[in-house]
């Protein structure tokens, strides 16, 4: 295959199959705003990378159905690599993953309710679910989950990651079958 892969199976950066991933609890704001939140509720890790599960609200005016759509995150430890997910905004960009390259950082799903509908927009509500996979796992140090989007406040908003604990974590994950 292209990207180096057999032509059977999941792909080697892919979550792995077949096993219990570890959890991580996070819980950490990385936007909390008077009508918009965007937090790291938790990782769950695998032998091979970690998904972190960011969750968004937002209401009144700031509840469009694009609000969340469009954020740019970005995954760094120490003095190493950065990863950032795709921004579908930036033709130039590519979200595939190739053999020997740096960190990915990759939205892996994306769910958003709402009510869009309501006469009132101060009842107007967005309430969506970010899964973005690191891979591969990031070193034994501390690191920070960042927003670089435009238009999301002042600056990067960012919350703490322990690598060591992540780290630790991919030692505990449990098969399905012995």
């Not at 740096?102 to 309501?118: I, K, N, R, W």
Request: glycine share 10%; net charge negative.
């Amino acid at each position: 295959m292209e990207n180096g892969e057999p032509d059977f199976g999941r792909p080697s950066w892919m979550p792995a199959d077949h096993v219990l991933p570890a959890i991580v609890p996070i819980g950490q704001f990385l936007i909390r705003a008077q009508q918009m939140i965007v937090a790291l509720s938790h990782l769950s890790v695998y032998p091979n990378g970690c998904m972190l599960d960011v969750r968004g609200a937002a209401r009144g005016s700031d509840a469009t159905r694009e609000v969340f759509e469009n954020i740019v995150f970005a995954a760094r430890f120490g003095t190493g690599a950065t990863a950032v997910t795709y921004d579908k905004r930036s033709p130039g960009q590519s979200p595939g993953l190739k053999p020997g390259r740096q960190p990915a950082l990759m939205l892996m799903q994306y769910g958003l309710e709402g009510d869009f509908t309501v006469e009132s927009e101060d009842d107007r509500r967005a309430d969506c679910t970010l899964r973005l996979w690191l891979y591969p796992l990031p070193p034994p140090e501390p690191g920070t989950l960042s927003i670089v989007s435009p238009g999301l406040g002042p600056g990067p908003a960012s919350c703490p990651l322990d690598g060591r604990a992540i780290v630790a974590a991919a030692a505990e994950v449990q098969p399905y079958w012995r």
